[in-house]
C-alpha cells in the first residue's frame, strides 16, 4: 500500500532501455543473438515495454547493427511491447520488414544538441519526423517520442521549459501516443522536475508523459519521485545503469532500474517486475560487456566474505 503522505499512484509502467538506449552507448558491439538473449532475460523479470535496438545506419551506432534481425528474433515473444528507435523514412519501412509494432522518434529541446545528435535544428526535425509518425499511424503502430535536454544541454545549459513544451505537444500533434522526458545529461533536481511537469499537465493528460533520468548528479531517483508526486506513471530505466550520453561529460549513464523497483517496492508501488531476476541479469550482461555494474542496489546486495569468520575454536 502506497504511502498517502506521498500522494503516489498505485501502479506504474516501466519502460527497459538497456537493449537500445544502454547498449549503443557501451564500447562493445555484441551480435544480435546475444542482444536477443539479453531482450529475454529482461522479459522473464516481468517487464513488459522494452527497448529492442534502433534501425540507424550502422555505421554510425555499430552497436545497433542488425536490429532488423534482433526484432525477427523477438518478434514469436507475446506479452512483451519490443520497440525500436526510427529516425526516418528509410528506418521505417525497414522496421516494419522485421515486424515492428511501436517505434519511437528522437528529438531534442536543444537547437545545438540537435544538431550535434541528428545534424539539423529543432523545427527540421519535427518535419522529418512527420514522414516517420503520420506513415506509421496510417500502418497501425504506435509512436513514442523522446525529447532530450529537458533539463539542460551540455552545450547551451539551461534549457528553456517553454521550448520543451512546444517540442513536447509537437510531437503529440504529429500522432506520438507518448513523449517521454529525457535529463539527457542529469542535471535536473527536484523541483526543476516537478516545476517542468506541472508546466506540460496544464497542456497535456499525465498518462502523455514520461521521465526519462541520467544519474549524473546522483538526483534520477529523487526526480522520479517527484514525478510520481506529480502523477507520472511511465518510467524509464536502463538495467545495470548501462548506457550515458556520449556529448555529456562525466554522464554516469541512465538510472538502473534495480534501484528504480527497489524505491518502488519501498513506496508500495506496483510494477510487476521481479527484482532478484533483474540484478542477476543486469550481472550477466555486464559480465559480457565486461563493465562494471552500476546499479547501487545490485552492488549493496552482493555477499562479501566475513572478514573475521568463526575458526571453531575459542
Known amino acids: 500500500m502506497a504511502l498517502p503522505a506521498f500522494n503516489l499512484p498505485p501502479a506504474v509502467s516501466l519502460v527497459e532501455v538497456g537493449p537500445r538506449d544502454g547498449l549503443q552507448n ?44 534482433v526484432l525477427r528474433g523477438l518478434a514469436q515473444d507475446t506479452g512483451v511491447s519490443w520497440s525500436v528507435l526510427v529516425p526516418n523514412r528509410q528506418g521505417l519501412d525497414a522496421a516494419i520488414a522485421a515486424g515492428a509494432r511501436e517505434i519511437a522518434v528522437f528529438a531534442a529541446a536543444s537547437e545545438t544538441f540537435s544538431q550535434h545528435n541528428i545534424h539539423c535544428g529543432i523545427a527540421e526535425s519535427i518535419e522529418r519526423f512527420r514522414d516517420v509518425v503520420e506513415p506509421a499511424v496510417a500502418e497501425g503502430l504506435e509512436v513514442r517520442g523522446y525529447v532530450s535536454c529537458v533539463m539542460g544541454c551540455p552545450y547551451e545549459g539551461p534549457v528553456d521549459p517553454q521550448t520543451v513544451t512546444r517540442v513536447c505537444t509537437q510531437l503529440i500533434d504529429l500522432g506520438c501516443y507518448q513523449i ?47 514525478a510520481l508526486q506529480a502523477g507520472i506513471t511511465t518510467i ?12 555529456a561529460r562525466g554522464a554516469s549513464g541512465n538510472v538502473a532500474t534495480e534501484d ?29 560487456l565486461d563493465r562494471p555494474v552500476m546499479s547501487k542496489v545490485s552492488l ?12 571453531g575454536s575459542d
Open 236 to 247: 524509464d530505466s536502463s538495467v545495470a545503469g548501462l548506457g550515458g550520453c556520449p556529448y
Open 300 to 311: 549493496a546486495s552482493i555477499r562479501t566474505p566475513d572478514p573475521n569468520p568463526q575458526s
Open 260 to 288: 528504480v523497483v527497489y524505491m518502488l517496492n519501498g513506496l508500495g508501488i506496483e510494477h510487476g517486475v521481479d527484482l532478484e531476476k533483474l540484478i542477476e541479469a543486469g550481472r550477466d550482461i555486464c559480465k559480457i
Open 180 to 226: 517521454s522526458l529525457g535529463d539527457t545529461i542529469g542535471v535536473g533536481a527536484p523541483l526543476q522536475t516537478r516545476k517542468l511537469i506541472d508546466r506540460l499537465l496544464s497542456l497535456v493528460p499525465a498518462g502523455q508523459l514520461a521521465v526519462h533520468f541520467h544519474d549524473t548528479y546522483g538526483q534520477a531517483l529523487a526526480n522520479i519521485l517527484a
Open 26 to 69: 557501451e564500447s562493445a558491439v555484441l551480435d544480435s543473438q546475444t542482444r536477443c538473449q539479453f531482450a529475454r532475460k529482461l522479459a522473464a523479470c516481468g517487464l513488459k515495454r522494452i527497448e529492442a535496438g534502433a534501425f540507424v545506419h550502422p555505421r554510425r551506432v555499430p552497436q545497433m547493427a542488425d536490429s532488423d534481425q
